[in-house]
């Protein structure tokens, strides 16, 4: 692993060197200094609101040399939470902002984790906003093949196989008109499996992955969160009506889509099993995946996915509740992992 990182130094050096390199020779001298004390856990989450719980935990401290790092428009945190060696960042919207973000967390620091925590949409009726799930299996569901007008299954796509349409599913819109007895121009799309390039081969070697399944250590070790007594009351006047729990779960999902519809969230929930729905977890569970990084989610409910009876989105009462909700559940765990 060493031997990984000076590599990966002697290469970032050298680009160093070039003026159009945004990485400064004293930059990288930092990065070395940090990686030389041993490896981290890094904890990634997509915005600031999820991200402050745990920067001002009294669980993380900052180290006093280097404890802020800023690359690429990234700043990086550096301390300890829990006794452990940890990394935070906030990736921002998307999933290529999460999956660009960590794969510089990875390229660049000693990392020998990687934990994602947030909010997320809810498509489990089984579950209630303010529950905090820990999926086994994340997939991206916003690769699409979408076919023209009036083709059915038979029809193969250019970027798909028929292998591919029976093992993963098919939206056909028609499905979901007013009045279901008529066709629709839209069709159907075809969700298609991502591709992974694999690291310890020959390059440019291609594996087709569908469902992505977290770290069956970190997994295991989650169960003992269930049980966990989380946060119920944004304020003195709103609270859930039921207290929220930890729960594992089967499959979550994500994709550059805010989830705000009741047909397509059952949809989701049917043909998929997800319960969490969001737009960075699959991505930063498909780069680690890549790199033979343990990884973990941890999301916190904080709305029906349009699925409730409200007129708007539970989010704008809810997220912060949420929010801190995943934090916690975030520092347990980094209680339970070995020093």
């Not at 031997?3 to 970032?12: D, K, N, P, S, T």
């Not at 940090?34 to 997509?46: A, H, R, T």
């Not at 989830?259 to 949809?267: K, L, Q, S, W």
């Not at 033979?292 to 997220?319: Q, T």
Request: charged share 20%.
């Amino acid at each position: 692993m060493r031997m990984i990182f000076a590599w990966v130094v002697v290469g970032l050096s050298f680009l160093a060197n070039r003026g159009e390199c945004m990485i400064s020779k004293t930059l990288l001298a930092d990065i070395e200094t940090v990686n030389k004390v041993g490896s981290y856990i890094g904890l990634v989450v997509p915005n600031a609101y999820e991200m402050n719980p745990l920067l001002h935990s009294s669980s993380f401290v900052l180290i006093k040399k280097h404890p802020r790092l800023d690359i690429s428009g990234r700043r990086f945190y550096i301390g300890t939470l829990e006794k452990q060696r940890v990394i935070i960042v906030m990736t921002g919207l998307s999933m290529l902002n999460a999956g660009i973000t960590t794969q510089l967390l990875l390229s660049l620091f000693n990392v020998k984790g990687v934990l994602h925590f947030g909010i997320a949409g809810n498509a489990n009726n089984k579950h209630q906003i303010g529950d905090v799930v820990i999926p086994k299996f994340w997939a991206h569901t916003g690769l699409w093949s979408w076919q023209r007008y009036r083709q059915g299954a038979e029809s193969k796509l250019r970027e798909s196989n028929a292998d591919d349409r029976e093992n993963v599913s098919y939206l056909k819109f028609s499905d979901y008109n007013v009045d279901t007895s008529t066709d629709n121009f839209l069709n159907s799309v075809w969700y298609e499996h991502e591709q992974v390039f694999v690291i310890d081969t020959k390059p440019e070697t291609i594996q087709r992955t569908f469902w992505v399944p977290v770290d069956n250590d970190y997994f295991t070790l989650s169960k003992k969160l269930e049980g966990m007594k989380l946060e119920s009351c944004v304020n003195a006047t709103t609270c859930l009506t039921r207290a929220p729990k930890v729960a594992r779960v089967e499959r979550g999902v994500s994709a550059n889509m805010f989830i705000d519809n009741g047909a397509y969230r059952t949809f989701l929930n049917s043909k998929f099993n997800a319960t969490p729905t969001d737009m960075e977890s699959a991505a930063v569970a498909l780069i680690c995946y890549q790199q033979k990084i343990p990884f973990l989610a941890i999301r916190s409910l904080s709305d029906l996915a349009g699925g409730g009876s409200a007129i708007s989105n539970e989010a704008s009462i809810y997220s912060p509740l949420a929010a801190q909700n995943a934090a916690d559940v975030l520092i347990k765990f980094v209680q339970l992992l070995p020093s």
